[in-house]
Every structure is written in structure tokens, then in C-alpha cells.
């Protein structure tokens, strides 16, 4: 029997309020930190046939009910806004102990990523985010976070040791922009879903500086401080973290053997900017998955140009990559 800890709900709101409890899609880590998100009444029928087990859910008349600390306490994203309510929580998902001394706690962080950390670190943790399925014990070695009831797993995988496994460059656009300085910069907004929780903590410290970098260089070519702050790493549904990366990082991304490429919105925006003039101009193009061009907007001759540049290299790479269609 798979033994799994749950992370993260998604659902419909109305007035701030789950609208169907039975419709909650949850997001699980498992003991070797492969992900899976199941519906309520998916997880109460495998919980109840002992298919599974989820250290901080259970089932009680039928029913999904939390365990391990209040769900309230665990982080519930909006399907219709793809935005988190209030401040996510962390969630500990085993415990690190050498010669039975407790060194530290495996945590899926209020980020989004999955890390290591030192009981120290895990305590910081606690008194800034809050961790939903942990207390504080004073003990007469010091203060530990413990189970709010029974025991966090032993470790039994090393986040360095996890195997590569297959993830998905969900692609929403690809932006070109130029502007009121020299130079240009090519861009992709793309969610990134993992199959395996550990690729995410190994990727995300160079994704993390991917998008500040692209944040400089297009503030730099004149796009205000707004529009910068919109293309900031956040964390997506489930397990997921969306990004705006260079478009040489993505294509790294996109040429690793365990990748696919989806367009999560039916079709990938081919994006042209142009901050010269203090204004933004802009030019669009639709492309459907199965590489259908539908002009949306026009822009000036630059911003014309950059879409006509970025068919003719960035499609056909695309085109060769193949894209994943949702059945």
C-alpha cells in the first residue's frame, strides 16, 4: 500500500467558500515524492479499500476529512482565478532522523517546493508560514515540530537521489520585446508540472534566476514596473510553478528527453513588444496545436516583424518537439 501525504486543495468558490466539497481535486506527494491529484470521492474509495493511505486524511461517514491539523490550514487554490487563497502553508512530509536523533523534516514548502531542512530552518519555517500538519514540543533538548497527531514517516529517499521523471512545459506564450535600449529579449510563460516533486526542487533555484533576469531586461527596454511585477515565478496548481523564462532555457528545458509540450489554454500566444515609443505596441498571433496561425492583433512594423521571425524560428521547433493534446 502507496503512502502519500496531501499538499494542496483546488476548487470552485463561491463567496470565498468551496462551492462542492465532493469536488475538490487534491494534490498528494508520496513517499518517494511522485505526485498525483485525485478528486474527494476518489481518495475516500481507495482510503477506504486500504489502496492507499494519506498520512493527513482519512474517512469518516463516507466522507474525506483531515487528520493531521485542520483543512482550513492547508493551502486551497481558486480554479477560477489560478490564485491561492490568503498565504499558503508548508506541509512536512517525513522526518530525517540519524541514530535516532532527529535532524530534520522533508517539507513541501509554502512555495511550492519540496526541501530538505535542518530542524532549525523547519522551526523558522513554522513561526513565518505556519506548517498545517505540525506543533511545536518543547523537549529537553530543545524545541522539535511534531505531529499534530501520531507520526511523520521516516525518510526513506533522499531528495538528490530521486530519479529524473517525466514533467510538462505547459505553454501559455512566447514574447519577443524591444525597446528604448539596444538589445531584445525572448521570453516564454510556461507552467511547469512535474511528475515527481524532487525535478521541481532541483530546477527551481536556476528557474528562479531565469525570471529575474528576463524582469531586468524588459524593464530595462522600458516596461514599467507593473508589467514586470505580472511576470514574477508563482506557484501554479497542485504541484505546478508557473515562470517566465528566457527562451534559451525553455528550449533546454523543451530538449530534455523527459519533457513534453502542451498549450494548457487550446493555443500558445506569439507574442511581438515594442517599448520604444513609451507606449507598448504590440502584435499577436494564435497558434493551435496543431500549428494553425490566426492573427489577433497588429502592431507597428516592428512588432510585425519580431511575429514573422518568431514563425519562421519557434515554430518549427516546436512543430518537431510535437505537442501533447489533452484527451
Known amino acids: ?162 530519479e529524473s521523471k517525466e514533467f510538462t512545459l505547459n505553454t501559455t506564450f512566447i514574447t519577443e520585446a524591444v525597446g528604448t535600449k539596444a538589445g531584445k529579449i525572448t521570453y516564454v510563460g510556461v507552467i511547469i508540472n512535474c511528475s515527481n516533486a524532487a525535478d521541481m526542487a532541483k530546477m527551481f533555484d536556476s528557474l528562479k534566476e531565469d525570471n529575474k533576469r528576463v524582469r ?20 501554479a496548481i497542485g504541484t505546478g510553478m508557473y515562470v517566465v523564462i528566457p527562451l534559451q532555457s525553455y528550449g533546454n528545458l523543451m530538449c530534455d528527453k523527459n519533457s513534453k509540450v502542451a498549450f494548457p489554454m487550446g493555443e500558445l500566444l506569439l507574442s511581438g513588444i515594442d517599448y520604444s515609443n513609451g507606449s507598448i505596441e504590440e502584435s499577436l498571433v494564435k497558434v493551435s496545436p496543431d500549428f494553425k496561425l490566426t492573427k489577433a492583433k497588429d502592431g507597428n512594423d516592428m512588432t510585425k516583424s519580431i511575429i514573422k521571425d518568431l514563425i519562421e524560428t519557434v515554430v518549427p521547433k516546436l512543430q518537431e518537439k510535437g505537442i501533447e493534446v489533452s484527451k
Not at 65 to 76: E, I, Q, R, S
Not at 223 to 232: T, Y
Request: glycine share 8%.
Open 1 to 162: 500500500m502507496r503512502t502519500f501525504t496531501m499538499v494542496a486543495r483546488a476548487s470552485a468558490l463561491v463567496n470565498g467558500k468551496i462551492a462542492d466539497e465532493s469536488a475538490v481535486i487534491y494534490s498528494l506527494v508520496a513517499e518517494d515524492y511522485n505526485t498525483v491529484a485525485l478528486g474527494a470521492k476518489d481518495i475516500a474509495k481507495q482510503i477506504a479499500k486500504k489502496e492507499i493511505e494519506v498520512t493527513n486524511l482519512g474517512v469518516e461517514g463516507g466522507k474525506l476529512v483531515a487528520t493531521n491539523g485542520a483543512m482550513d490550514k492547508y493551502p486551497l487554490l481558486d480554479i477560477a482565478t489560478g490564485k491561492y487563497v490568503g498565504k499558503p502553508t508548508a506541509i512536512i512530509l517525513n522526518r530525517v532522523e540519524v541514530n535516532d536523533r532527529l535532524l530534520g523534516y522533508t517539507v513541501f514548502c509554502a512555495d511550492g517546493v519540496i526541501r530538505e531542512l535542518v530542524l532549525p530552518k523547519a522551526i523558522e519555517v513554522y513561526n513565518t508560514v505556519g506548517i498545517a500538519n505540525g506543533k511545536i514540543r518543547h523537549t529537553s533538548e530543545g524545541d522539535i515540530i511534531s505531529s499534530i497527531k501520531g507520526n511523520y514517516p521516516l525518510r526513506v529517499l533522499e531528495i538528490k537521489n530521486v
Open 216 to 235: 531586468a531586461a524588459v524593464k530595462l527596454l522600458g516596461a514599467s514596473d507593473e508589467v514586470a511585477n505580472k511576470l514574477k515565478i508563482e506557484r
